[in-house]
C-alpha cells in the first residue's frame, strides 16, 4: 500500500510544491511538502525527492533556509498570548491618553494664564493711553496758561515802562517848575503859590504813579512765581509722559512675548495631537496584525489536529492486524493441547 502511494508522488509534483511553498514565504520541509501534496506520499520517499530539488535549485533552497518556519500553536497558547497583547495595548492606550489629558489641562491653564495677562497688559495699556491723554490735555492748558501769564508779563512790563516814563517826566516837571518859580519868587507870589498847588498835585500824581508802580512789580514778582511754578509743572507733566510712554512700550513688549508664548504653546499641542493620532494608528495596526496572526494560529491548529486523528487512525489500523497475529498463535497451542 505504501508503495503504491509512494509512486504517486513524481519528482515534477514535489519540485511544484517546493516552489508553491517558497513563494508563500515559507520554509521547505517535509511535513510542509506532504502537507501541500494532498498528504500523499511517504516521509521517507519526501526526504529523497526534496534533496534532489534541494541540489538543483541550490540558490532557491538556501534562500528558504533563511525563512521563518511554520510553528503549530496550541489554541489555549493562542488565547492567552492573544489576550496579554490586548492587555498590554489597553495599557499603553490607556497611559497614552493619561498623558495627552494631562497635556492638555496644562495647556489649557497656561492658555487661560496667558489670557489673564494679556487682558491686564490690555487693561494697563489702556489705564497708559488715558494717562498720557490727560497728561497731554494737562500740557496744553499749562502751555496756554504760560503763554497767557507771559502775555500779561509783557503787557505789565509796558506799563511799568510808561509808569517809569511819566514818573520821569513829572520830576523833570517838577523841576522845571522849582528852577521858574524860584526866579518868579519876588514878583509872582501868586503865580507861586500856584505854582506850589500845581507841585503838590505833582506830587500826589508822583505818590500815586510809585504806589502803582510797586503794585504793577508785586503783580510782576506774583506772575513770575506762577510762570516759575508752570515751568516746574511742565518739567513734571514732561517726565510723567515720558514714563507713561516707556510703561506703555514695555507692556506692549511683554505682550507680544506673551502671544509668541501661547503661539508656541499652541503648536506644541498640535503636534502632541497629531503624534497621538500617529500612535493610535499604529497602536490599531498592531491590534489588527494580532488579531490576523491569531487567526492564522487557529487554522493552523486545526489542521494539525486534523493530522493527529488521521495519524491516530492511521496507527489503531496497523496495530488491529497485529493483534489478530497475535491472537492466532495462540489459538493454535490451545487446540494442539
Known sequence: MSNTKDNWITQEQVDNACFNITQRGERVS?????KELGERGSFSSLQKKIKIWQAQHSEIAEAAENLPLKVDVPEALQETG???????????????????????????????EIKEQIAEISAFSENQTETIENLRASLENV?????????AQTALNADLSQCRDDLKASQH???????????????????????????????????????????????IQAQQTTLDTGALRLDEIKAEKAAAITAEKQALESAAALRGQNKMLLSQAKELDVKLKAERKEAAAAEKTALENAATLRGQNEVL????????????ALEKPRKATATKPRAAAQTDK
Open 143 to 151: 502751555n496756554s496758561e504760560k503763554t497767557a501769564l507771559e502775555a
Open 30 to 34: 517535509t511535513t510542509a511538502v506532504h
Open 82 to 112: 492573544l489576550n496579554a497583547l490586548k492587555a498590554f495595548y489597553q495599557q499603553a492606550r490607556q497611559h497614552a491618553q493619561d498623558e495627552v489629558e494631562v497635556m492638555r489641562e496644562s495647556l489649557k491653564r497656561t492658555e487661560a
Open 305 to 316: 489536529n486534523k493530522d493527529i486523528k488521521k495519524l491516530e487512525a492511521k496507527i489503531k
Open 173 to 219: 516837571k517838577i523841576e522845571s517848575m522849582e528852577a521858574l518859580a524860584r526866579e518868579h519868587q519876588s514878583h509872582h507870589e501868586t503865580e507861586l503859590e500856584r505854582n506850589a498847588s500845581e507841585k503838590a498835585a505833582l506830587q500826589a500824581q508822583l505818590s500815586t504813579q510809585t504806589e502803582k508802580m510797586a503794585k504793577l512789580e508785586l503783580q
